[in-house]
């Protein structure tokens, strides 16, 4: 079961992840400089939504030091017909 993350830094002095859970709110500080990973491994994402009663618009975006991708879907709640 996932716990209430409480407030603080994302990543420990070694890279790893100080908590797991969830938050109704970012409250872990992100730092890209805690990643111990080589420049090339670390992958960014976001995830952007907005709903409404009849219509919803989702957009995760990708990114790495190479290239980023942001792929979209639309989705008509009535029809329950979703496009990407």
Do not use: N
Request: glycine share 8%; aromatic share 10%.
């Amino acid at each position: 079961m996932q716990t209430l993350m409480s407030p603080g830094p994302l990543l420990d002095d070694r890279g790893h992840l100080v908590e797991t859970g969830w938050a109704p709110s970012e409250i872990r500080k992100y730092r890209r400089s805690a990643i111990t990973a080589p420049k090339f491994r670390i992958k960014e994402w976001d995830y952007y939504c907005v709903l409404t009663a009849d219509y919803g618009i989702a957009s995760p975006t990708t990114g790495t030091w190479a290239c980023s991708e942001s792929p979209g879907s639309i989705s008509e709640h009535h029809t329950r017909s979703p496009k990407t």
